[in-house]
């Protein structure tokens, strides 16, 4: 298994305890949740304990009143009610209130109760229909029912109003006890609701920390794909760590390839280096010798050339992974190379033309990976341009465009050297693919140019330049300011 | 010690607009030195009573001697006139204490708001029925009673219930003129209290009853003592609605009264006392009506056959031999409002007036 070293340890236990845990933000968004409805509920509660109230009492006082309203009666021609006990009677099962009632009637006006008591219900009253409402009276604040009625004696004309009154201390008390036992389940069930989160979000978070336990579990090398039943929303994760775990895997066998074949191609300029400097030991004219040992110098060179190239394949391998893609001008990038390499092209014979329909193309890339891949470019035009510039007895061109199109960007580089066999124009950017052996070269450089621009989203291809040569184009997708993120 | 506590009777000059009896002081001897009167104002105590000062001296000593610094002014009042004057002076009372047998109209004080809220530990042990919102307490309970003379009374059975006595009164017709006694519910409170509580509790022999007094030339009293007065000097055969504790106590020392506690039915009255809302001094008053309701206070209203105390009401039966006819306490609730309903009363008192063929008051 494999040991975390003791700093590492500190630095991840320091990283953790900064870290924002999901599991606590889980349980404060559920527990808000919880306050917020605990909140809105009481408040209902309150209302309803109210109304409740009042609905109940609303009926004692009714009936009272109803028993007063079946006592009216005509003395003589003029109305009296004779209250029986048990009106009041129902009343006092809100032992605490005191009472407060009048009658009057449309004729006689006060007939009896209390002579301050003038009330009005405040909606539209209806003759019939009993009226409950809140009024202050006597220093309180007292719940009224009122009731206006016509006279149904044969020799009394008019209406007769009934006005009963009581305190609301039972209504307070009675809904101050059901809000104290509604508030007390609510409480409950809220913290309740909070434990059950507290217990879900470790049931919730526990197929994260399964798959956290069998990575820390695993061999070093092991990238073989997570078997793990795992539920839906975690299955995802599963799955995007597997192809992870798969690209690595694939990258590390190609870096693996390429150590050897590297290791393949230093051996073999190696070995030759070993056999001129064999021959050279054993000449014995001094013009041999030379000759012998001017050879190893340019076998030297070539091998460190392809050392050269090496290096800034992993370099520029390295650039195209860690390094983001910029907006940048290619026009100008491309001016700049050919420029520092039309002295070094020059020297074999080699003329570096350049021409670009625009000024400034913006696309979208790595500055220095795409130098190098210029240079790439450029140096294999240049070298095979000059083994037939040496052949032919004349100055050859190289020539390189930028073309504009509608969205996108063409490179070419244009050279008149022997041109590609159709057969190897598919294989020249495979990696130690070399077309003609008899021209110097790594077999790296296209290669590094296919990683380039495979990352730059920009397609290369070869063909032929007219009536020799071979023309290679890049085609890289133009960079639209609008559609950028900024 | 009892006589270190002098009874000073006082004539004071009342202030207010309304000539009232003129009240009967008790003070500690100490407030009486002078030099200790330097030393500490005497706290004055009005109480307008209901209660006879007979039944209610020994208990107001008591207090004083308990309470050296508080001076009890007594104020003696019908009930009836102590209602009226109560509400007449409802925004600026004289009175710290009011103490009435007239339930209904010291509930319908509370009721209109007039009392002021206590609470002690006294009160809290008071039962439900012997209070009402904290503002008004009973401290005695005692039975309604009829009263007999019985070296004249005719006949050799004395009355055991209503029934009994309607049937005496038919059958010696002419003995019972005029000499007949009961409250006139007009002047009377708590005449009227028991009045209209005997209609509520059997209407048909109310209305036989108070015909049958009608016919016999029936004498009204505004007080309990005057009848019993008349019951023991033959001018009355028989007094009907009495307040128990004092004919008990009459009866006790006097060979010729019997008291009867009707057996059809038996009202049980309390007595209560009440705070006015803006009393002078109503710590005082708060603790005389704990004092009432103390072990003290009730053992004393016992022991000198003053009152019956609330804390044991069955007590108050227990003077009876027989113990099984139905009793009806009067509780302090709603209920007494309907009986001092307006129209209802003066429905009543004009039903009572015909029956006894009486004349209007004026």
């Known amino acids: 298994m494999w040991q975390r070293s003791a700093d590492l340890a500190e630095t991840e236990a320091l990283e953790l305890k900064k870290a924002p845990s999901l599991r606590k933000r889980f349980i404060f968004a559920g527990t808000g949740v919880i306050a917020v409805i605990a909140l809105i509920a009481i408040n209902l509660v309150f209302n309803y304990s109210q109304r409740l109230a009042d609905l109940s009492y609303d009926r004692l006082l009714l009936s009272a009143l109803l028993q007063m309203d079946e006592n009216i009666l005509a003395e003589n021609d003029t109305l009296s009610i004779d209250i029986p006990w048990s009106a009041f009677s129902t009343l006092a099962q809100a032992n605490e209130d005191r009472i407060f009632y009048r009658v009057e009637s449309s004729v006689e006006g006060y007939i009896t109760g209390n002579k301050t008591l003038m009330s009005k219900p405040p909606s539209q009253s209806e003759l019939g229909k009993p009226q409950f409402y809140n009024q202050t009276f006597s220093g309180e604040v007292i719940r009224l029912v009122w009731l206006e009625r016509a006279v149904t004696e044969a020799n009394i004309q008019g209406s007769v109003t009934i006005l009963l009154g009581q305190t609301r201390l039972s209504r307070e008390t009675m809904a101050a006890s059901i809000t104290t036992r509604a508030i007390q389940v609510i409480l409950l069930i809220a913290i309740v609701a909070i434990i059950l989160i507290m217990l879900g979000s470790h049931l919730v978070l526990n197929p994260l920390h399964r798959i956290e336990e069998l990575l820390e579990e695993r061999q070093p090398g092991d990238l073989t794909p997570i078997k793990l039943d795992t539920p839906k929303e975690t299955f995802q994760l599963k799955v995007a760590l597997n192809h992870f775990m798969a690209r690595l895997h694939k990258n590390l066998e190609e870096l693996e390839n390429y150590t050897a074949e590297s290791a393949h191609q230093l051996r073999t300029p190696l070995a030759s280096l070993k056999a001129l400097a064999e021959n050279a030991r054993d000449q014995t004219t001094p013009e041999r010798q030379q000759e012998a040992l001017e050879q190893i110098v340019q076998q030297s060179e070539n091998l460190s050339d392809t050392v050269t190239m090496l290096l800034n394949q992993a370099v520029v391998s390295h650039r195209l992974q860690t390094q983001r893609l910029i907006p940048l001008d290619l026009v100008s990038l491309i001016k700049k190379s050919c420029m520092e390499q039309a002295v070094t092209a020059l020297r074999q014979g080699i003329h570096l033309s350049f021409e670009s329909d625009a000024k400034v193309l913006l696309i979208k890339g790595e500055a220095f990976s795409l130098q190098q891949m210029m240079n790439n470019l450029v140096d294999n035009a240049v070298r095979y341009s000059a083994s037939k510039a040496l052949k032919d007895q004349q100055t050859k061109a190289v020539d390189i465009r930028i073309k504009q199109g509608v969205d996108r960007v063409v490179l070419s580089v244009i050279d008149y050297g022997d041109g590609i066999a159709d057969d190897e124009k598919s294989r020249v950017f495979e990696r130690f693919y070399r077309a003609n052996y008899e021209i110097s070269g790594s077999g790296v450089g296209l290669a590094m140019v296919k990683e380039i621009t495979d990352r730059h989203n920009a397609n290369v291809q070869v063909s032929d330049t007219k009536p020799t040569g071979a023309t290679i184009q890049v085609d890289f997708p133009l960079f639209i300011e609008k559609e950028s993120e900024l | ?362």
């Open chain 2, 1 to 362: 010690m009892m006589l270190a506590i002098k009874l000073v009777i006082s004539l004071l000059t009342i202030s207010s607009g309304i000539l009232f009896a003129n009240p009967v002081v008790f003070k500690h001897e100490s407030q009486r030195d002078q030099k200790a009167s330097f030393i500490q104002e005497p706290r004055i105590l009005n109480v307008y009573s209901a209660v006879d000062l007979d039944a209610f001296e020994p208990l107001l000593r008591a207090f004083v001697e308990k309470s050296p610094n508080t001076t009890i002014a007594y104020y003696d009042v019908n009930t009836l006139e102590l209602y009226h004057k109560v509400v007449a002076e409802k925004d600026r009372p004289k009175a710290s204490l009011i103490i009435s047998s007239a339930m209904d109209l010291q509930l319908k004080l509370v009721n209109d708001g007039l009392a002021k809220t206590y609470q002690s530990s006294m009160t809290q042990n008071l039962p439900d029925m012997a209070k009402w919102r904290n503002q008004i307490f009973a401290f005695s309970l005692e039975p309604v009673v009829m009263l007999v003379n019985q070296n004249h009374f005719p006949g050799k059975t004395l009355p055991k219930n209503r029934l009994d006595l309607l049937k005496s009164m038919r059958q010696h017709s002419d003995a019972f003129q005029g000499k007949i006694g009961t409250y006139d519910i007009r002047t009377s409170g708590v005449g009227y209290l028991l009045a209209s509580q005997d209609a509520r509790q059997a209407d048909a022999t109310w209305g036989r009853l108070i015909e049958a007094f009608g016919s016999h030339q029936v004498q009204t009293y505004c007080c309990t003592s005057a009848m019993i007065d008349d019951v023991a000097n033959g001018d009355l055969l028989l007094g009907y609605n009495l307040l128990g504790s004092y004919a008990n106590k009459r009866a006790l020392g006097d060979p010729r009264l019997t008291m009867i506690m009707p057996s059809d039915y038996t009202l049980l009255l309390m007595r209560s006392a009440l705070i006015p809302k803006f009393a002078p001094n109503s710590e005082d008053a708060g603790l005389f009506i704990d004092f009432l309701l103390s072990p003290t206070g009730q053992k004393l209203m016992l022991s000198e056959n003053l009152l019956f105390p609330i804390d044991s009401a069955s007590q108050a039966i227990n003077i009876s031999p027989k113990r099984s006819h139905p009793t009806r306490i009067i509780e302090l609730d709603q209920q007494l409002l309907v009986g001092r309903d307006h129209a209802k009363q003066s429905r009543f008192i004009r039903s009572w007036e015909s029956a006894l063929e009486l004349t209007e008051l004026e």
